[in-house]
């Protein structure tokens, strides 16, 4: 058993070293929006690990914003989603074996919206955040980081039709759970996309906060990827809203 948990250490640590990841860029309808562009990205592709601090909401704090677009993407209620993850903020790079993210780096998938005065303005605090997609552990045993990895860096999901329209932003988010077998130890990657929803209805969802919604007790917090092999995953936060 001691050998066991050596080489679980190990392979942790080795995962570790390559680490980091980055969401850079949206499509609407499978239309690029452009590398960074609607985007507020922080200069270093490092996790955030304290589920207490503002930095959860969209990055930033000890990854201070190096790009901060002043372009609000245009997205119907409805439209289809894409975002694309990569390593590093080159972008695609078919020979970095950690582009998009180190495959040791599995965990769930999930994407929140929350309506915003203005969705370039500077502060990120006091808004209410509504989830609209997860992905995490199905019957196979492969995670959305999986799924995430083997499709390129890219995640496809659909906004909600029934929202109202305005300004929003979307917290794109990965939780890395390689190290999450004792707080803090989860890895949370995120950046937030500035959008500007047309059209939809008026459903208003229910809503929670960052920092609040999540702990770090939380099952899928803190959580041992290891042993015993998981069959099952609580996926972090609110259920997903559904019109």
Same mark, same amino acid.
């Given at each position: 058993?001691?050998?066991?948990?050596?080489?679980?250490?190990? =392979? @942790?640590?080795?995962?570790?070293?390559?680490?980091?990841?980055?969401?850079?860029?949206?499509?609407?309808?499978?239309?690029?929006?452009?590398? !960074?562009?609607?985007?507020?990205?922080?200069?270093?592709?490092?996790?955030?690990?304290?589920?207490?601090?503002?930095?959860?909401? #969209?990055?930033?704090?000890?990854?201070?914003?190096?790009?901060?677009? @002043?372009?609000?993407?245009?997205?119907?209620?409805?439209?289809?989603?894409?975002?694309?993850?990569?390593?590093?903020?080159?972008?695609?790079?078919?020979?970095?074996?950690?582009?998009?993210?180190?495959?040791?780096?599995?965990?769930?998938?999930?994407?929140?919206?929350?309506?915003?005065?203005?969705?370039?303005?500077?502060?990120?605090?006091?808004?209410?955040?509504?989830?609209?997609?997860?992905?995490?552990?199905?019957?196979?045993?492969?995670?959305?980081?999986?799924?995430?990895?083997?499709?390129?860096?890219?995640?496809?999901?659909? !906004?909600?039709? #029934?929202?109202?329209?305005?300004?929003?932003?979307?917290?794109?988010?990965?939780?890395?759970?390689? =190290?999450?077998?004792?707080?803090?130890?989860?890895?949370?990657?995120?950046?937030?996309?500035?959008?500007?929803?047309?059209?939809?209805?008026?459903?208003?969802?229910?809503?929670?906060?960052?920092?609040?919604?999540?702990?770090?007790?939380?099952?899928?917090?803190?959580?041992? !990827?290891?042993?015993?092999?998981?069959? @099952?995953?609580?996926?972090?936060?609110? =259920?997903?809203?559904?019109?």
């Amino acid at each position: 058993m001691k050998v066991f948990a050596l080489i679980l250490t190990a =392979a @942790s640590v080795a995962s570790s070293a390559y680490a980091h990841t980055i969401f850079q860029q949206v499509y609407v309808n499978g239309k690029a929006q452009g590398q !960074l562009v609607g985007l507020r990205a922080p200069s270093y592709d490092g996790p955030i690990t304290d589920v207490t601090s503002n930095d959860i909401i #969209c990055n930033g704090g000890p990854n201070p914003l190096l790009y901060n677009s @002043s372009v609000i993407i245009s997205a119907a209620a409805g439209a289809s989603i894409t975002t694309e993850w990569h390593h590093t903020l080159a972008g695609l790079d078919p020979s970095d074996p950690a582009d998009p993210v180190d495959p040791g780096h599995k965990g769930p998938v999930i994407t929140y919206l929350a309506k915003i005065p203005s969705a370039t303005q500077a502060s990120v605090t006091g808004l209410k955040w509504f989830k609209i997609q997860q992905d995490g552990l199905d019957s196979s045993g492969k995670w959305g980081v999986d799924r995430m990895v083997a499709n390129k860096g890219k995640v496809t999901f659909t !906004l909600p039709s #029934c929202i109202a329209a305005g300004q929003y932003l979307l917290r794109h988010e990965i939780i890395a759970l390689h =190290a999450a077998s004792t707080y803090p130890g989860a890895q949370f990657y995120m950046e937030c996309a500035q959008l500007q929803i047309t059209g939809g209805g008026t459903k208003a969802p229910a809503t929670v906060s960052f920092p609040g919604a999540y702990h770090g007790t939380d099952p899928g917090i803190t959580f041992n !990827l290891y042993w015993p092999v998981p069959t @099952s995953y609580t996926i972090p936060g609110p =259920a997903v809203f559904t019109c």
